[in-house]
């Protein structure tokens, strides 16, 4: 144990001063921070609950209860394992419309308030957290005496009142999106979509060591349908609430990750030539967020997700889903890198100790990893666009076809009558302007023959000009384009031109 631990602190230290000379030779590092980083605000720990371990966040930080009483208390019929008096967690309904999740059990909470600290610091969206006890919480144990609970509740309150032991409250999943925590969650593109998101979740889960949702997963698993029903019980700890995905039920150091596959990943992501999809987020994360997406029913994403488009980059698009969150993974690690650099508590262990994952992405990606990690990163954005790009003309090319399928621009000109002169004997003139609008032809058919083609004969209509024989248009028309003045104004001539003349 003691070498492990000296060859650990020795690599982290290398790690360091690789990372101290790369910002000194590369001066991208302060745009990278200007950019990406959220500054000492999020870096540091900056009120007491965040040193002492009792809050994920600042804006979380009180005992968020009062004496007035709960409106209902429930227990939360599935999940968790760390039960007491036979509940894993109680849904909390208080005043004021207010919903919390209290927890019980559980010997580590320690260890999911550092994880949740960290989550906030990289921008992944998971509910704020706070730890307390009776004594900082009052509020809460008042409810023994003046709220109906529920006996379980009542027993377990009773039963850490007298043990002086602590208690988790925490949003619900869907009150999660504080703007402090995670600022790309109000953005709008590719880069920021669900996708973007997942591939930041992925990255904190290795470094934490967090594998009850994607990291204990096998790398075939999709292949057997008893391999994917092994793990459905890690399908309720990330939940796609639209266009969010957020984790819940954090930890540190979980048995059974297979950071072999994470080692792989960067190994993989810092060789390639082009972006392309790696082989753990093709076979592991894709078809487990497609599971989770479609609640078992769907493993490949093409059938979990709508299409990508323009307006919805949460939709699936095989050749940038992955790229987009391959980017969400390298940009995690490149701030968990310099939360590590300037000596944040948030990327260390309850013990003071660097993340686990650390040590093995230093392993993948060699000497100077933040340089590694920024060439990953600024091919993958060059990829992301281009691709984004031509989706966005394929969908306006097709978009605009379907728009004008069955229409027609027509140039209406119109003439009005005039006096003859003893130079001009015409009795109409065109009038100075025209005006272009939008046909929609008929193209109904009836078989010559039928009751339809002996009562309205051959309604089809092939242009503009016959759209207009073939109907009663509007005889204001032409007294628009010519003015009030004008003497029985009609229409001279009718022709086909291009879209862009009526706006399409």
Same mark, same amino acid.
């Given at each position: 144990?003691?070498?492990?631990?000296?060859?650990?602190?020795?690599?982290?230290?290398?790690?360091?001063?690789?990372?101290?000379?790369?910002?000194?030779?590369?001066?991208?590092?302060?745009?990278?921070?200007a950019?990406?980083?959220?500054?000492?605000?999020?870096?540091?720990l900056?009120?007491?609950?965040?040193?002492?371990?009792?809050?994920?966040?600042?804006?979380?930080?009180?005992?968020?209860?009062?004496?007035n009483g709960?409106?209902?208390?429930?227990?939360?019929s599935?999940?968790?394992?760390?039960r007491?008096?036979?509940?894993?967690a109680?849904?909390?309904?208080?005043?004021?419309?207010h919903?919390?999740?209290?927890?019980?059990?559980?010997?580590?909470?320690e260890?999911?308030?550092?994880?949740?600290?960290?989550?906030?610091?990289?921008?992944?969206?998971?509910?704020?957290?706070l730890?307390?006890?009776?004594?900082?919480?009052?509020?809460?144990?008042?409810?023994?005496?003046?709220?109906a609970l529920?006996?379980?509740?009542?027993?377990?309150?009773?039963?850490?009142?007298?043990?002086k032991?602590?208690?988790?409250v925490?949003?619900?999943?869907?009150d999660?999106?504080?703007?402090?925590?995670?600022?790309?969650?109000?953005?709008?593109g590719?880069?920021?979509?669900?996708?973007?998101?997942?591939?930041?979740?992925a990255?904190f889960?290795?470094?934490?060591?967090?594998?009850?949702?994607?990291n204990?997963?096998?790398?075939d698993?999709?292949?057997?349908g008893?391999?994917?029903?092994?793990?459905k019980?890690?399908?309720?700890?990330?939940?796609i609430?639209?266009?969010?995905?957020?984790?819940?039920?954090?930890?540190?150091?979980?048995p059974?990750?297979?950071y072999?596959?994470?080692?792989?990943?960067?190994?993989?992501l810092?060789?390639?030539?082009?972006?392309?999809?790696?082989?753990?987020?093709?076979?592991?994360l894709?078809?487990?967020?497609?599971?989770?997406?479609? &609640?078992?029913?769907q =493993?490949? @994403?093409?059938? /979990?997700?709508? +299409?990508?488009?323009p !307006?919805?980059?949460?939709?699936?698009?095989?050749?940038?889903s992955?790229l987009?969150?391959?980017?969400?993974m390298?940009?995690?690690?490149?701030?968990?890198?310099?939360?590590?650099?300037?000596g944040?508590?948030?990327?260390?262990?309850?013990?003071?100790?660097?993340?686990?994952?650390?040590l093995?992405?230093? &392993?993948?990606?060699? =000497?100077? @990893?933040?340089? /590694?990690?920024? +060439?990953i990163r600024? !091919?993958?954005r060059?990829?992301i666009?281009?691709?984004?790009?031509?989706?966005?003309?394929?969908?306006?090319?097709?978009?605009?076809?379907e728009?004008?399928?069955?229409?027609?621009?027509?140039?209406?000109?119109?003439?009005?009558?005039?006096?003859?002169?003893?130079?001009?004997?015409?009795?109409?003139?065109?009038?100075?302007?025209?005006?272009?609008?939008?046909?929609?032809?008929?193209?109904?058919?009836y078989?010559?023959?039928?009751?339809?083609?002996?009562?309205?004969?051959?309604?089809?209509?092939?242009?503009?000009e016959?759209?207009?024989?073939?109907?009663a248009?509007?005889?204001?028309?032409?007294?628009?384009?010519?003015?009030?003045?004008?003497?029985?104004?009609?229409v001279?001539?009718?022709?086909?031109?291009?879209?862009?003349?009526?706006?399409m």
């Amino acid at each position: 144990m003691a070498r492990a631990m000296s060859t650990l602190i020795a690599r982290i230290t290398c790690l360091l001063l690789n990372v101290y000379h790369t910002i000194a030779a590369r001066s991208e590092i302060q745009l990278h921070r200007a950019t990406e980083g959220k500054g000492s605000a999020m870096n540091n720990l900056d009120c007491d609950c965040l040193r002492t371990l009792e809050c994920t966040s600042c804006s979380f930080k009180t005992c968020p209860f009062s004496r007035n009483g709960f409106l209902k208390a429930e227990a939360f019929s599935e999940g968790g394992t760390d039960r007491v008096h036979g509940v894993a967690a109680w849904r909390v309904h208080a005043q004021g419309g207010h919903e919390y999740v209290l927890k019980f059990g559980g010997e580590d909470k320690e260890k999911a308030i550092r994880a949740g600290q960290l989550a906030h610091a990289l921008g992944v969206i998971t509910p704020r957290q706070l730890v307390f006890n009776s004594s900082s919480c009052q509020e809460l144990w008042d409810q023994v005496n003046i709220s109906a609970l529920p006996a379980a509740l009542g027993k377990s309150l009773l039963e850490w009142d007298e043990k002086k032991k602590t208690v988790v409250v925490q949003e619900l999943a869907k009150d999660a999106d504080d703007p402090a925590m995670v600022e790309e969650a109000n953005a709008s593109g590719p880069e920021t979509s669900l996708w973007y998101q997942v591939g930041k979740i992925a990255a904190f889960d290795w470094l934490v060591g967090k594998s009850d949702l994607f990291n204990d997963v096998s790398m075939d698993f999709s292949e057997s349908g008893t391999a994917i029903e092994d793990t459905k019980s890690n399908w309720g700890n990330l939940i796609i609430d639209q266009d969010r995905c957020v984790e819940i039920d954090l930890g540190i150091g979980m048995p059974y990750t297979r950071y072999e596959y994470w080692e792989s990943a960067l190994k993989e992501l810092r060789m390639q030539q082009q972006p392309v999809a790696i082989e753990w987020v093709s076979r592991v994360l894709l078809p487990m967020l497609s599971l989770i997406k479609s &609640k078992g029913a769907q =493993e490949y @994403p093409s059938s /979990a997700f709508n +299409a990508m488009t323009p !307006s919805d980059p949460n939709g699936f698009k095989a050749g940038l889903s992955p790229l987009i969150v391959q980017l969400g993974m390298v940009e995690a690690l490149l701030r968990a890198l310099e939360l590590l650099r300037e000596g944040s508590s948030r990327v260390q262990t309850v013990h003071g100790e660097p993340m686990p994952g650390f040590l093995h992405a230093t &392993k993948a990606l060699g =000497e100077w @990893p933040m340089e /590694a990690l920024m +060439a990953i990163r600024d !091919s993958h954005r060059q990829a992301i666009q281009g691709q984004w790009q031509v989706l966005v003309s394929e969908y306006n090319t097709r978009k605009q076809a379907e728009e004008r399928a069955g229409k027609r621009c027509c140039e209406v000109t119109c003439s009005k009558k005039r006096s003859r002169t003893f130079t001009d004997w015409r009795t109409r003139e065109e009038c100075l302007t025209k005006t272009h609008m939008v046909v929609k032809l008929n193209r109904v058919v009836y078989r010559e023959g039928s009751v339809g083609y002996r009562r309205y004969g051959n309604p089809y209509e092939d242009s503009c000009e016959d759209a207009f024989n073939k109907r009663a248009w509007q005889s204001q028309l032409c007294e628009k384009v010519c003015g009030d003045e004008a003497v029985k104004p009609q229409v001279a001539a009718l022709n086909d031109v291009h879209f862009s003349l009526c706006g399409m």
